[in-house]
C-alpha cells in the first residue's frame, strides 16, 4: 500500500480516505489548511434584499456561508458561481444558478459576467475566503 499525505481540511479527508483504499493508497492526514468563518458577532452576514447578486467562488465558501446565514435567501437575489462543484453546492440548498462562466476560472466568472451585464448596475455580495 502507499502512502500519500493530503493537506486539504481535516473534515474534507474521510470521503478521500475512502476513495484511496479502493485504490490501495493510504491518505495520510496532513491538514495544514482549516475552513473557517471570519464572520462573528460584530461581522454578521448583511442582510441580504439589498443584493442583486450573490457570488460563490468554492463549495466551502457555500457550506459555510449556509451555516451562518439566519434568513432565507430572498428569492429575487440572484445566485452566481465559479464552477459545477459550487453549483452543486448551491443545488444541495435547493436554489437555482443563475450565472456560471464557461469554465471553472474566478477570473472568467467577473469578465463573463461584466460582459453579460455591462449596462445594469448591480449590488453583489461576493463570498470567498480570505487570502
Not at 473557517?36 to 441580504?48: C, K
Not at 464557461?102 to 448591480?122: D, I, M, N
Request: net charge neutral; proline share 4%.
Amino acid at each position: 500500500m502507499r502512502n500519500l499525505g493530503i493537506t486539504r481540511d481535516k473534515n474534507q479527508l474521510e470521503s478521500l480516505r475512502q476513495k484511496a483504499e479502493m485504490k490501495n493508497i493510504n491518505i495520510v492526514p496532513l491538514p495544514v489548511t482549516e475552513i473557517i468563518s471570519l464572520l462573528n458577532d460584530e461581522t454578521q452576514i448583511p442582510n441580504l434584499t439589498k443584493y442583486d447578486w450573490l457570488f460563490f467562488s468554492s463549495t466551502n465558501g457555500v457550506h459555510t456561508f449556509f451555516k451562518q446565514a439566519k434568513d432565507a435567501i430572498p428569492k429575487d437575489v440572484k445566485i452566481a458561481v465559479v464552477g459545477e462543484k459550487t453549483a452543486d453546492a448551491i443545488r444541495s440548498y435547493n436554489l437555482e444558478i443563475d450565472f456560471q462562466p464557461s469554465q471553472a476560472y474566478g477570473k472568467l466568472l467577473f469578465e463573463e459576467f461584466s460582459s453579460e451585464y455591462q449596462t445594469q448596475k448591480l449590488e453583489i455580495l461576493y463570498v470567498r475566503a480570505k487570502k
